[in-house]
């Protein structure tokens, strides 16, 4: 069974740095498209970065030039770096797995963000 774990989020000043982690379990890691998704109250769920298994990126614009997702086949991880929060970057965000054979979606339980003075 796939599992996905996040860690890393908290509070954090405006202007500050966050690294999330998600750990993956229970499936083959590095043939899955990972990815990182927010949800702040009362709006829905967004992309914020998405790796592919060959390593290609995307971003939202909101985010580009201040966040960076990565991967590291061998741990089983997907990293995103937080620089530059701004108030806006407030949600929980969620650890995201496309499935390379089924396009089914996985999620983890998220981790939240508070970006605050």
């Known amino acids: 069974q796939v599992q996905l774990a996040e860690s890393g989020g908290g509070l954090v000043q405006p202007g500050g740095s966050l690294r999330l982690s998600c750990a993956a379990t229970?499936?083959?890691?590095?043939?899955?498209?990972m990815g990182w998704y927010r949800q702040a109250p009362g709006k829905q769920r967004e992309l914020v970065a998405r790796?592919?298994?060959?390593?290609?990126?995307d971003y939202a614009d909101s985010v580009k030039g201040r966040f960076t997702i990565s991967r590291d086949d061998a741990k089983n991880m997907v990293y995103l770096q937080m620089n530059s929060l701004k108030s806006e970057d407030t949600a929980v965000y969620l650890c995201?797995?496309?499935?390379?054979?089924?396009?089914?979606?996985?999620w983890g339980q998220g981790t939240e963000v508070t970006v605050s003075s």
């Open positions: 995201n797995l496309q499935s390379g054979f089924t396009l089914r979606d996985y």
């Open positions: 229970g499936t083959i890691f590095r043939l899955h498209t």
């Open positions: 790796i592919t298994s060959g390593g290609n990126t």
